[in-house]
């Protein structure tokens, strides 16, 4: 009596103020709403990491000092070398007249650096390549004046000195001469494909100038296809695939929110079969999903990978609370009550069940709060405290609606659906039979489970999570044709930070020790690059070996030799006014990879994993992060790149993932002990969440699918979400205890499929995506979401009506 007198008092409390009520959700509803719109989206994995992560530390810290400015690569492909030259000279020149603020320079050609490899080619050989030299040409020097000596006879066995060491030098003279005054045009190696690189002027990851950057790209690559035939022009590059990346991920967000309303909205109307009705629970939804995500915006700030699809998720589930309750006022009203009696009727009756099913959807989000993976952690706190709003708002907001319409006697009641009638045909004859089958499948489904569980069943190909679009694959494509051109590129690559300039030369030497005499397959660096290599270290000993040989071609030595010989001679003598390269002295062209924000260059080394590291491979991601955090690379060393992010994430997930599947389980089972009570009602609930959650993970087994570090988190919300279903067919048993089961499937168990329906939708939205890891956990999920549903349906009349013959 007394939850029967709440709930009429709160229905008349409702009438009375259901204008103010509604008034107070558009105000809720532009507030939340401007806070949503500032959600920004974050596709970078480091956002799935804790800021405490070391990989997330390192990479921040390598950001606030590194220049990390974009690159936009962009290639000219043509059979015609004419037609080639010609469409990429008209690119540089438009490019050089794109708006200020967008590119900082274009490299056409290798002009820079041949010009800087002439003008410092004396300091170019090394110590060992000098003193070689400078031997071979004492003697060759020595040879020379006993050769004038008419009265010297050789009398040694031992050939004179070979030329060789001396030849060398003069050929790398030679060569820098030649290439000084070369055009240096990036062409490829079979001259079908020209490069040109654009580098940005601000800092990468700015998504708003990158796309402005890109269209400007575009349009000059159009308007040169138009005026030169016979070219493909294409672009790859950091800065093209963020953009892609970004844009697939928003494109699907917004593909799956417009497929979930739109079949949540079918299926509304088909159910209720009124518009004001549908239109009700619409408002009701929509007040609850904004300001679940105005919440996200203050409390988290944006939207990563694993949360971008959200919205889908809480339009599917917020909405079931609002179903449960329309469905409850729509039976009161056929039978015969008022509107205002309904309305009680269908709060008091609904409120415990719904309760219970928001409260253990919010613990199974909230477990994963526990973690410290960002991605779980962040889904967590939005979908946690958001399920909560949409609760609220379907019994305060949908009542006043509710009251509004049936004064203006717009809100009719209409027949029983259909679907009530086919599921009362789900009703156990036998339920003893029925219980038997429930207990054998959750034996089997938990022997699966083991088994899967045991067998590693994560995704270790990174591929398998990639996003796919048109603008991945173009850029794909045009990445593989620079790649055959030029060479592989750096994907994969990584920096390597040194606090002391001196640090950089033992360390690249330290490092490119450790690969001397292996194998290519087993190395630990592929590639190993620094300001080392354009500014020697041992450039005063360098210097010492140039200045001896400048003080053994003298004029006078130059003149003992035969005159053919002497040009060659003073070709090799080097000039008087040589001095070592200092670090200011290289051209911004190529000390930019190695420049800092404040200026300073030389503590940046850019290395790329060796061969025998797939970058793609879990195992061998971990692998190669765990081998390079073994070498103790020494106080102030930072390590940044992709590899010590994913090896973090892979690392927290598999600590991380059991604790959230724990913690979520352990607040179900506490949930609706407290809220269901330790009765009945409250074990069939459980019984059916476990046998719904094995029964998941023995069909994921059997369906061989593999589990990634974004539908991992569908286990945990499944012991939450799956619980919804149980728990409102056991509240209304509780609530009549003589309704039987045929009527207690008919009635309540319709609209429990309704609110299967919305959730299935909002996660199978999510195969819409284009990214392949979201597509996987949206299957994962509507398999739980099934599993869960078939239990209820089957198993929760079934071991009720035992449970109430036993107690007789």
Not at 733 to 751: K, Q, W
Request: hydrophobic content about 50%; overall charge neutral.
């Amino acid at each position: 009596m007394k939850t029967r007198e709440l709930a009429t008092a709160y229905a008349r409390w409702i009438d009375r103020h259901r204008h103010r009520i509604v008034a107070a959700s558009i105000v809720v509803v532009v507030l939340a709403g401007w806070l949503a719109s500032r959600l920004s989206v974050e596709a970078d994995l480091s956002y799935l990491l804790p800021p405490s992560a070391p990989s997330v530390q390192d990479l921040r810290a390598i950001e606030r000092r590194a220049q990390v400015l974009g690159t936009v690569m962009v290639a000219v492909e043509s059979g015609d070398p004419v037609q080639r030259a010609r469409a990429a000279r008209l690119l540089r020149e438009r490019f050089l007249a794109l708006p200020p603020g967008l590119i900082s320079s274009v490299t056409f050609d290798d002009g820079v650096a041949r010009r800087f490899a002439w003008e410092h080619r004396w300091l170019a050989a090394s110590v060992a390549d000098l003193t070689a030299a400078r031997d071979a040409l004492r003697a060759e020097l020595r040879d020379a004046r006993l050769r004038t000596n008419p009265l010297y006879v050789d009398l040694e066995d031992e050939a004179p000195p070979r030329r060789t060491d001396t030849d060398r030098l003069r050929a790398r003279l030679r060569e820098a001469e030649r290439a000084k005054d070369a055009t240096g045009e990036l062409v490829g190696s079979d001259g079908r494909v020209q490069l040109m690189i654009l580098r940005t002027a601000y800092p990468s990851g700015d998504i708003d100038r990158d796309q402005r950057l890109l269209e400007a790209v575009e349009a000059t690559a159009a308007a040169v296809r138009r005026e030169v035939t016979g070219v493909e022009i294409g672009a790859a590059g950091d800065v093209v695939l963020t953009v892609a990346e970004h844009d697939a991920i928003l494109d699907g967000m917004v593909l799956a929110v417009i497929a979930t309303v739109v079949l949540v909205l079918l299926g509304l109307l088909l159910y209720y079969r009124s518009l004001v009705a549908v239109a009700a629970l619409s408002w009701s939804l929509v007040v609850g999903a904004l300001v679940t995500f105005g919440f996200a915006r203050l409390a988290v700030g944006h939207l990563n990978l694993a949360t971008a699809f959200l919205s889908s998720i809480v339009i599917g589930n917020g909405i079931n609370f609002g179903i449960l309750l329309l469905a409850r006022y729509m039976e009161e009203r056929r039978a015969g009550s008022s509107g205002e009696a309904a309305l009680a009727a269908a709060l008091g009756g609904t409120v415990a069940g719904t309760l219970a099913a928001a409260l253990t959807a919010a613990v199974a989000y909230g477990s994963l709060t526990l973690t410290s993976f960002r991605g779980f952690r962040d889904f967590g706190i939005i979908a946690g405290v958001g399920i909560l709003p949409c609760w609220i708002a379907a019994y305060t907001v949908l009542p006043a609606l509710i009251a509004i319409a049936a004064r203006a006697g717009r809100l009719r009641s209409r027949a029983e659906p259909a679907i009530g009638a086919l599921l009362a045909r789900l009703a156990p004859r036998a339920p003893g039979a029925r219980v038997l089958a429930m207990l054998v499948l959750t034996l089997v489904a938990g022997g699966l489970t083991y088994r899967y569980l045991a067998g590693d069943p994560f995704e270790s190909d990174f591929r398998n999570l990639r996003s796919s679009s048109a603008a991945i694959d173009a850029e794909s494509h045009w990445m593989g044709v620079v790649d055959r051109a030029f060479g592989q590129g750096i994907s994969g690559g990584f920096v390597i930070t040194v606090s002391d300039r001196a640090q950089t030369g033992p360390l690249v030497a330290r490092l490119r020790a450790l690969d001397v005499g292996k194998p290519e397959a087993a190395k630990l660096f592929s590639r190993l690059s620094s300001l080392e290599d354009l500014v020697p270290t041992d450039q005063p000993a360098r210097l010492v070996m140039l200045a001896e040989l400048r003080e053994l071609l003298s004029d006078a030595a130059i003149d003992e030799l035969d005159p053919e010989d002497r040009p060659d001679a003073r070709a090799l003598r080097p000039p008087a006014d040589l001095r070592a390269i200092r670090d200011e002295d290289l051209p911004d062209e190529l000390a930019w990879p190695y420049t800092e924000v404040d200026g300073s260059r030389g503590k940046l080394v850019l290395a790329m994993p060796g061969w025998g590291y797939d970058n793609w491979d879990a195992r061998d991601i971990v692998r190669f992060a765990r081998d390079v955090r073994g070498l103790d690379l020494g106080p102030g060393v930072l390590l940044g790149g992709s590899s010590f992010v994913f090896a973090d994430m892979l690392e927290l997930v598999d600590r991380d993932g059991p604790t959230a599947t724990l913690a979520s389980a352990l607040g179900a089972i506490l949930l609706v002990l407290l809220l269901v009570g330790r009765g009945r009602h409250g074990l069939v609930t459980l019984a059916c969440g476990l046998t719904g959650t094995v029964s998941m993970l023995a069909f994921g087994s059997v369906l061989g699918l593999r589990v990634n570090f974004l539908d991992f988190v569908a286990l945990p919300i499944t012991i939450g979400i799956g619980i919804d279903y149980a728990v409102n067919l056991a509240a209304r048993d509780r609530h009549e205890p003589l309704l039987g089961a045929r009527a207690l499937l008919a009635r309540a168990g319709s609209a429990v499929l309704l609110c299967s329906f919305t959730t299935m939708v909002g996660y199978g939205s999510l195969l819409l995506s284009r990214n392949q890891g979201i597509r996987s956990f949206g299957a994962a999920a509507i398999l739980g979401e099934a599993t869960c549903l078939g239990a209820a349906l089957l198993f929760a009349p079934a071991l009720l009506g035992l449970a109430r013959r036993r107690r007789h």
